[in-house]
C-alpha cells in the first residue's frame, strides 16, 4: 500500500526554499502585515475623557489605559492637545497617533480620546452623549438637589455646561461620565438612558441615607428608654 503524503509536493520550479528530498514541506504561512493585530475590533475604544477650562487647566479627567501612565504625562498630553485645538474650528484633530473628538462650551473644553484607528463617529457620540447629559442636569431647574451637595439653585435658562457649574457639581460630573463609558468600554450613548440611571441613582442614594437616618433614631430612643429604665 502506498503511503499518503503529509502535504503535496511543489511542481517543479515552484518555491525558492523546497523541501528536501523526499521528506514532506509544510505549507508556506503567509507574514502578517505589521500592525495587523492592532486593528482587531476591541470593546475598548476610549483612551481618556477629559474637561479642560478656557486656560488649558484640568476640571475632570478619566484614562482608561496606560498610555500616559503618569499624571505628568497626562497634563502634558493634555496642554498639547489644549494648544493644537483651542484656536480652531474643527471638532476632530489627529495627534500622536490618537484621535480626539472635542466640543467648547462657553469657559469649557471637553475631548474624548481614542486610538488612530478608531471610529469617528462612534466617538463623537460620546461625545455628543456627555455634554448633552450635562446640560440636562443643568436645566433640573432651580431648587433641585443632587444627594452630593451639588448647586441647588440652578438657572433653569441656563443651556450651556460652564465651569463654575461644573466645579460646584464633580461628583455628579463623574456619575454622568462613570455611565457612558466604564474602564474604556462605552455603556451607553443615548443622553435620556443616562440621565434615567443617574435619577435611579440619586432616588437610591436618598432613600438609603433616610433609611440610615431612621435607624440611627430609632437607636437614640432605645438608648434614652433604657436610661430611664
Known amino acids: 500500500m502506498q503511503r499518503p503524503e503529509a502535504w503535496p509536493r511543489p511542481h517543479p520550479g515552484e518555491g525558492a526554499a523546497a523541501a528536501p528530498a523526499g521528506g514532506p514541506a509544510p505549507p508556506a504561512r503567509g507574514r502578517e502585515p505589521a500592525g495587523l493585530r492592532l486593528q482587531e475590533p476591541s470593546l475598548y475604544t476610549i483612551k481618556a475623557v477629559f474637561i479642560l477650562d478656557n486656560d488649558g487647566h484640568r476640571l475632570l479627567a478619566k484614562y482608561y489605559d496606560d498610555t500616559f501612565p503618569s499624571m505628568k504625562e497626562q ?23 490618537m484621535t480626539i473628538v472635542y466640543k467648547s462650551s462657553i469657559d469649557l473644553f471637553l475631548y474624548v480620546v481614542g486610538s488612530s484607528y478608531e471610529n469617528e463617529l462612534m466617538l463623537m457620540s460620546v461625545l455628543t452623549c456627555l455634554f448633552e447629559s450635562l446640560n440636562h442636569v443643568l436645566r433640573q431647574g432651580p431648587g433641585f438637589s443632587w444627594p452630593w451637595g451639588g448647586s441647588r439653585a440652578v438657572s433653569a435658562f441656563r443651556k450651556n455646561v460652564e465651569k463654575r457649574w461644573l466645579l460646584e457639581n464633580m461628583d455628579g460630573a463623574f456619575l454622568v461620565l462613570d455611565e457612558i463609558v466604564d474602564g474604556g468600554v462605552i455603556l451607553e450613548s443615548d443622553p435620556q438612558q443616562v440621565i434615567q440611571k443617574v435619577n435611579f441613582r440619586a432616588d437610591d442614594s436618598g432613600l438609603t441615607e433616610h433609611s440610615v437616618a431612621q435607624v440611627l433614631q430609632s437607636a437614640k430612643e432605645q438608648i434614652k428608654w433604657s436610661l430611664l429604665k
Open 75 to 97: 497634563m502634558a498630553f493634555e496642554k498639547n492637545v489644549f494648544n493644537k485645538t483651542s484656536r480652531t474650528d474643527s471638532e476632530i484633530a489627529f495627534f500622536g497617533g
